[in-house]
Every structure is written in structure tokens, then in C-alpha cells.
């Protein structure tokens, strides 16, 4: 069974621009998590999806956003991009009906902005 | 005081030890506990998962859990260089929202 998929693997920005990230999960797997990760601040979870709804959010602000597709995949948006930005993006996929199963992980995007 | 506390390190053991790593968490709210690996450039590999008090084991690894001290430990048997790597610990709240330790880096010298 192919594991979490995320592109694009790396990505450089500039302050002020948008960037949209990608994520396919496990075949069959219905909750998508999106965490950023960076040196400082460790794993920090942005959001999760479950058929399409948010059904939980962390503590970023809004211009962090995310949806989900019928299929599953997930796309993860951030706009007006900051230097502060620059992290490591990984998406992570459960079976997810109950929201206590094991997240599984992708390799990440990673994002530096100029 | 962060919510999931874990040791950075650095780690460093020789081939064969038994590795112990260990977080301490302040909620006992968290019902859900996972250990995650992590190499370099690649996200994180779901290790163990338990829910439960006590011992979960599963081959060289054994996570145990003591909720009553707010304290949880995975145990690495006979370790290996290929075990060298980051090791997240993972708690799920009862929003199901996943809070991570700061990760210890693990270095084993063959």
C-alpha cells in the first residue's frame, strides 16, 4: 500500500506570495492532518480534515487554510507569506471515522521564503 | 511549562544497549500515546501506539505507559546504527489533536 504522498518536496517563496501544498494519503484513509515543523517550535498541528469539514484546528492564524476533496486529498494554503513561515509542511492520514487512530506521515514539504 | 516535556539530548550509546527515552506530561486528559522515528529529511514513522497503562511490545521496542505519574518511556532492545535517528513522543487529546515532544536525538556508535 503507498504511504502519505506530498508535493511538491521542496519549495522557495518569497515574503508576500501565496503557496499551495499537496497531500494524497494512505488508500482508504479519510482524516488528512496538516503539522508544521520547525527547529524552534518542534510539531506544531495546523488543522484536520474528515470528509470534506475541518473537524479540528490548531492555533495559527488565518491565513492558513486548508480544504479536502472528495477523494481525499487534501491541499494546504498559505497567503502573504512571512519569513517566519519557513518551516517543514507534513501532512499525516487516518482511517479517521474515530478520531483516536494512528496518524501515519508523509516525507513533508519544505518551504523556505526569501 | 509546555503541555509534553522531552530530554533533546543528544543521546549517544554504543551497538547493543538498551536505549530508554522518556516524556513527562502535565494533562491527564491525554488518553492516547504514540512514538514516532524520524531520520533526517523524511517525516515521521508511527513506531507504537497504546492506549492503555502498562506494556506494549513489539519486537525490539517496548512503550510503557504509567498514567498515574504522567509518564510514558519507549525501550529500545539491542540497538542498532540504523536505529540513530529523532524520537518523537506523541500525545492525543481528547480533541484527537496529536502534541508532540520536542523529539531526542538517538545516536548509536557501531
Known amino acids: 500500500k503507498a504511504g502519505v504522498t506530498q508535493t511538491p518536496r521542496y519549495l522557495i517563496k518569497t515574503r508576500g506570495q501565496q503557496v499551495t501544498l499537496s497531500c494524497s494519503p494512505i488508500s482508504g484513509h479519510r482524516s488528512v492532518s496538516w503539522y508544521q515543523q520547525t527547529p524552534g517550535q518542534g510539531l506544531q498541528f495546523l488543522f484536520e480534515?474528515?470528509?470534506?469539514?475541518?473537524?479540528n484546528k490548531g492555533n495559527f492564524p488565518g491565513r492558513f487554510s486548508g480544504r479536502q476533496f472528495s477523494n481525499s486529498r487534501s491541499e494546504m494554503n498559505v497567503s502573504t507569506l512571512e519569513l517566519g513561515d519557513s518551516a517543514l509542511y507534513l501532512c499525516?492520514?487516518?482511517?479517521?471515522?474515530?478520531?483516536?487512530?494512528?496518524?501515519?506521515f508523509g516525507d513533508g514539504t519544505r518551504l523556505s521564503i526569501l | 511549562q509546555k503541555e509534553v516535556e522531552q530530554d533533546p539530548g543528544p543521546l549517544s550509546v554504543p551497538e547493543g544497549a538498551i536505549v530508554s527515552l522518556n516524556c513527562t506530561y502535565s494533562n491527564s486528559a491525554f488518553q492516547y500515546f504514540m512514538w514516532y522515528r524520524q531520520y533526517s529529511r523524511k517525516g515521521p514513522e508511527l513506531l507504537m501506539y497504546?492506549?492503555?497503562?502498562g506494556n506494549k511490545e513489539d519486537g525490539r521496542f517496548t512503550a510503557q505507559v504509567d498514567k498515574s505519574s504522567k509518564y510514558i518511556s519507549l525501550f529500545i532492545r539491542d540497538s542498532q546504527p540504523s536505529d540513530s535517528a529523532t524520537y518523537l513522543c506523541a500525545l492525543m487529546d481528547s480533541s484527537y489533536k496529536l502534541i508532540f515532544g520536542s523529539g531526542t536525538r538517538l545516536l548509536v556508535r557501531p
Open positions: 480534515y474528515f470528509s470534506e469539514t475541518q473537524r
Open positions: 497504546t492506549y492503555s497503562s
Open positions: 499525516a492520514s487516518s482511517e479517521g471515522a474515530m478520531g483516536n487512530q494512528p496518524q501515519h
